[in-house]
């Protein structure tokens, strides 16, 4: 017994062989196999961070003022050479000269005689203006009469106009009626400029002194058909809210007239041209009219000129 004992001890203190010691490591293999088979898969690689997260105010957050420009600089390098005296007189200059200046124009749109059956006639219409881009002085005026006879009806406006887009200006302001009489004062507001496909479009509003009121729609073209001779047909309805028997006039569509002159222009500032004019009263205004001993409608030829400055 004691024979075998050391016998099992000496094959113990003996290395293993090659193929024990390959058996041996399967086993552990195995073992660290069977051990990574039951931890937890590899978790998948974080999708990247957002490049814009973190980045600029929070819209959550009431504290921080949202679109705000900053505020213009108050140094400036001229200043160092030239003196601030003397660089703030010519950044003054500079934004006048830029859209800051007070520009004015006057024109006389129409200015013309008109041959008609019975009796020939006058008339005229223009507008002047002063003022900015944004705020303007406006005076308007138009009228009309019979060559060698009484003036027929003439009016002045005096209005505010300010622009309320880059192509139309709202205007405010007085209407005043020489003639016809009784002498008429209105309150006017209107809308004045230049439509889609350059149609030169009006509308005014007026509520008198006392208190009648009527609506006046214009509007034109010019179509070019040369650099210097342009086609112009034109049109004007006006619409009382009420009779006015004193003026002629009735309720509705009172009067309309149309207009298409071919014009000249030997510079911009001057075109003589000649032309055809249609009037005609509506409604109650005919009937008026005609009982008052007037003809309700009438065709003239016409020529003038037009000029600006």
């Keep these: 017994m004691k024979a075998l004992a050391a016998a099992a001890l000496t094959l113990a203190a003996l290395p293993l062989s090659g193929a024990a010691q390959d058996h041996q490591h ?8 069977d051990h990574s088979a039951h931890q937890a898969p590899p978790s998948a690689p974080a999708p990247p961070a957002d490049p ?6 929070s ?3 009431p504290a921080i ?7 213009p600089p108050t140094e400036h390098a001229a200043d160092a050479v030239y003196g601030p005296a003397a660089m703030a007189r010519a950044r003054r200059l500079m934004v006048k000269e830029n859209g800051g200046m007070t520009f004015s124009r006057w024109m006389l749109d129409r200015l013309e005689y008109r ?5 020939n006639g006058y008339h005229w219409e223009g507008e002047g203006w002063i003022g900015g881009d944004i705020n303007r002085f406006a005076v308007k005026t138009e009228g009309e009469g019979e060559v060698g006879g009484s003036l027929e009806s003439a009016e002045v406006q005096a209005l505010f106009s300010r622009a309320i887009d880059p192509w139309f200006n709202l205007e405010v302001g007085v209407r005043h009626d020489i003639r016809p009489e009784p002498q008429r004062s209105y309150a006017v507001i209107g809308i004045d400029g230049l439509a889609p496909y ?14 009648d009121a009527h609506l006046r729609l214009e509007g034109s073209y010019d179509q070019r058909i040369t650099q210097r001779l342009i086609l112009q047909p034109a049109v004007e309805l ?6 006015v028997r004193e003026l002629n006039t009735g309720s509705g569509l009172s009067d309309i ?4 002159r071919l014009r000249y222009e030997l510079a911009r500032e001057f075109a003589p041209y000649v032309g055809v004019n249609w009037e005609r009263k509506l409604g109650d205004t005919a009937r008026f009219t005609r009982a008052a001993g007037d003809d309700a409608s009438a065709t003239s030829f016409v020529a003038g000129v037009r000029f600006w400055f």
Excluded: Y
């Design 59 to 61: 819209k959550a957050d």
């Design 257 to 260: 007239e149309l207009g298409l």
């Design 238 to 243: 006006n619409i009382a809210a009420q009779d």
């Design 198 to 211: 350059w149609f030169e479009v009006s509308a005014q509003a007026f509520l008198s002194d006392k208190g």
């Design 52 to 57: 814009h997260a973190g980045h600029g105010p």
């Design 115 to 119: 041959a008609a059956r019975g009796a």
């Design 65 to 71: 003022p949202h679109g705000l420009a900053p505020p």
């Design 26 to 33: 399967m086993n552990h293999g195995a073992m660290e196999q």
